[in-house]
């Protein structure tokens, strides 16, 4: 219970019920605060205990400086925790081995239990295996539970023997979009012994897309899955007071542009103004023209330009999108008396105190794609074909691309302009030769393929998969309902999808389906290939599926730089599929787009998308439908007695969910042959204290990479390759190559996961030129192999191994495995110019030392080849209690030539330090439970 040092304990009344507060006013602020520290504010009043969370950060927090917020480690305890089923397995599969080690150490394995709600939705298993079929969703659906048998047995086990924990079953929807949709409160409640308390919904995901919920008003955000579970067993989250940057919005979207223009936009401007660990905070007047779905889409997207949330404060829009949902009116009205009480309701024309500015007017975006491997690198629409045909040709893109058309163009259809809305201006003739950049020609290779009985070709730039998937878009009604109206207007003009497209429709909710059938747009879609492939994340996860086999064959056969489309939001290399070398980020409605075009080298606002059924050809302005349009579908066809149909018994499952054979018991019962889930050895040998700290001698480089790298070439993802470690060790099992399925479904198993570390088909290790892959080399004799067997190769000499790498290493999605399968590789630490925040932190959390170079160094400018003898000293010998060392010495050694220089321990805060003395922050939450 709080200590209430300043008295900020009441009660606010809504509609004869009373709650118990905790009033913002009640403390002094130096400063108008932001929003997302306000919702800080409440949560360290609240909890404040005079030992975990204690006055002086709470004095702290209210004197927070924008510019300058110091190195203040406060205790963040979120509300509750969010799961999807990748990261959310090897979760309970570690709860489930900490309750094995308490039973072992003597303790009370009833202790490993979740002590706050934590929610799973499981949202990532399924793949769009068949496609273009009226049986594809069943198909799928049947196949993903099939392959996932025992993982959703474990989970199944887990409702029922953890409390608080819930489980949203397979073929409903993607976490985010569930959570928004019906998880989020915005304002939370729980029974205390003096009554109901009011509060800030707040919340850690196991997937960094978490701030989507921002857009709610929501504070939260991604963690890896070992942060996650301190969090399900109590542990505050330690973090240093952030830098808040203000994003003030005015104006309005032009026509003929989405959310997905706009979300582009802005992770382009963010990623260039630095937002890596900060908090985002829109404000302004333009906040009241961004409608919730397309908030949440920005929030969505943060961790494509770093931060570490994205959030929009509470106003009327909020609540409307509240009514929507059919969320319970008591529930409503407490979220805008709660919010206009403590000063948290948005107010357009007062500015908090930011630590620094952006502003953006709405007016000025224009339609876009993002590609062909970042999210960030933003190409406006008008450009794309050229832009794309600049990359085929291996030159750079033109400067005049990051704007749009050189200025200098005698072009009719200017960047700036929308898709086509106004026919008078748009050229009805064929389109005239781009004139930015230099002219070239791009490579050409085309293969003939027989599809449906007729020859076609197939060529670089040809899109080979196109896909609306993904929390980022689907949850959005504005573009779904854009795209729908798309295809009805592409069909009844005559156009067909190219046939050596492959096409699918994931989304995110039941209710999307519902407003399509209700609307009429399911058939049409249908017709184009855009059928139901199931409920989830497929192509943004990897679980695109196998392409069409004629289409596979070429591309293979000829090394053809095959494309993606998606509406989701991310776009690494070798993450969507691995015959597409390039994948570009778009609207729903440009996903079908391109699928009607085939080919991303289409000027598609110029060119013709077909021939009509009339014969003439049908250009993109014909079939775009109006802003006034995609409104009149969802004012019509969008009720909230879909969402509360709906999600009326979210928790129940189908047949094949509910007729699951699951034990009872408070430990579970682990089969020796399971090749999904299996006891993992983070504890082996644990004892009830930890051991010293040593320096790390005699090491060598395992890996050494350049910038830029994320844990999607780190962490195993996507599908399974025969002749690869991982493939190896099934089939040794017994599992033939059909059943592989993905990594994704086998992170239960660590003895899959070690081997696919590092083992993405993109990765570059710089240790071994010449070579895409999981290569190294095993030094110092340089024989090449595999990264798994060069590291069991030095486990068996007892050679400890390191890390090199360059800036902004760990970037992309929050994913415990990167740090796990780091650890088991043998790696004890990371030496990197820079760290992304969630990768650092989940390193430690595994007992993996991060380190940086020195300001204005790096491993190029030291001229270290990865071939050196390394040692770290300067770790070992502290009192436990002391401050952790900021700095170690590094040296290293390539046959006599010696360099030294100090090297940063990027532990920032006290807590991280007593993680990573405990060997990883599970070992830690352990022993406080063992001793409480």
Known sequence: MSGNSFGARSTLTVADQTYGIYRLDAIETDVQLPYSMKVLLENLLRNEDGRLVTPGQVSALASWSPRNPGHTEIQFTPARVLMQDFT??????????????????????????????????????????????????????????????????????????????????????????????????????????????????????????????????????????????????????????????????????????????????????????????????????????????????????????????AIFPIDDETLHY???????????????????????????????????TVELDLATVEPSIAGPKRPQDRIPLASASHAVGSLLAGQPLPTALEAGLDEASDESFPASDPIAID?????????????????????????????????????????????????????????MIGAGLLAKKAVQAGLTRKPWVKTSLAPGSRVVTDYYERAGLTPYLERLGFGLVGYGCTTCIGNSGPLIPQVSDAVTGHDLTACAVLSGNRNFEGRIH??????????????????????????VRRDPLGTGSDGQPVYLRDIWPSTEEVKAVIDECLQSQMFTDGYSNVFAGDDNWRGLDVASGEIFEWHEDSTYVRQPPYFDGMQPEPQPISDITGARVLVMLGDSVTTDHISPAGTIRRDSPAGIYLREHGVEPPDFNSYGSRRGNHEVMIRGTFANIRLRNLLAPGTEGGVTRHLPRGEEMSIFDAANA????????????????????????????????????????SFERIHRSNLIGMGVLPLQFPPGRTRESLGLTGEEEYSITGLEGGD?????????????????????????????????????????ILQYVLRQLLVT
């Open 88 to 309: 959310g397995v090897p979760c309970v599969v570690d709860l489930v081995a900490m309750r094995d080690a308490m039973t072992a150490l003597g303790g009370d394995p009833r202790t490993i239990n979740p002590l706050i709600p934590t929610e799973l939705v499981i949202d990532h298993s399924v793949i769009a295996d068949v496609f273009g079929r009226p049986d594809a969703y069943r198909v799928n659906a049947d196949l993903e539970f099939s392959r996932n048998r025992e993982r959703y047995q474990l989970l199944r086990w887990a409702q029922h023997a953890f409390d608080d924990f819930l489980v949203v079953p397979p073929d409903t929807g993607i976490c985010h979009q569930v959570n928004l949709e019906y998880l989020a409160r915005v304002v939370f409640t729980r029974d205390t012994p003096d009554g109901p308390l009011a509060y800030p919904d707040t919340l850690v995901g196991t997937d960094s897309h978490t701030p989507m919920i921002n857009g709610l008003g929501v504070l939260g955000w991604g963690v890896g899955g070992i942060e996650a579970e301190a969090a399900m067993l109590g542990q505050p989250m330690s973090m240093l007071l952030p830098q808040v940057l203000g994003l003030k919005l005015t104006g309005a979207l032009p026509e003929g542009t989405t959310a997905t223009d706009l979300v582009l936009t802005i992770a382009e401007l963010l990623r260039k103004t630095g937002v890596v660990g900060k908090f985002v905070e829109f404000y302004g007047p333009g906040v009241a023209n961004v409608p919730l779905a397309n908030r949440a889409t920005l929030g969505n997207m943060s961790p494509e330009y770093g931060s570490t949330c």
């Open 423 to 479: 026919h008078d201006r748009a050229s009805d003739g064929p389109a005239a030769p781009c004139r930015c950049g230099k002219s070239h020609e791009w490579p050409s290779d085309p293969v003939e393929v027989v599809l449906d009985g007729e020859v076609h070709s197939v060529d670089h730039g040809h899109v080979v998969i196109a896909a609306i998937t993904s929390c980022t878009n689907t949850s959005n009604p504005s573009v």
């Open 880 to 920: 436990p209690g002391a401050d952790f060392p900021t700095e170690v010495t590094v040296r290293a050694d390539h046959h006599g030539q010696v360099q030294e220089f100090p090297a940063t321990v990027r532990i920032d805060t006290p807590a991280e330090a007593g993680y990573f003395r405990h060997g990883g």
């Open 322 to 356: 509240l009514r929507l949902t059919g969320r319970p009116e008591q529930q409503i009205r407490l979220v805008e008396a709660y919010a206009k009480e403590q000063g948290m309701w948005h107010d357009p024309d007062q500015e908090p105190a930011y630590s620094h």
């Open 578 to 603: 691995a015959e597409c070398k390039m994948n570009f980020l778009t609207s729903p409605p440009l996903v079908i787009t391109y699928a009607l075009a085939g080919t991303m080298l289409a000027d």
């Open 794 to 833: 030095y486990a068996a000499e007892g050679t400890a191994l390191i890390i090199l790498a360059g800036a902004e290493y760990g970037s992309g999605s929050s994913r415990d495995w990167a740090a796990k399968g780091t650890l088991l590789l043998g790696v004890k630490a990371v030496l990197a110019t």
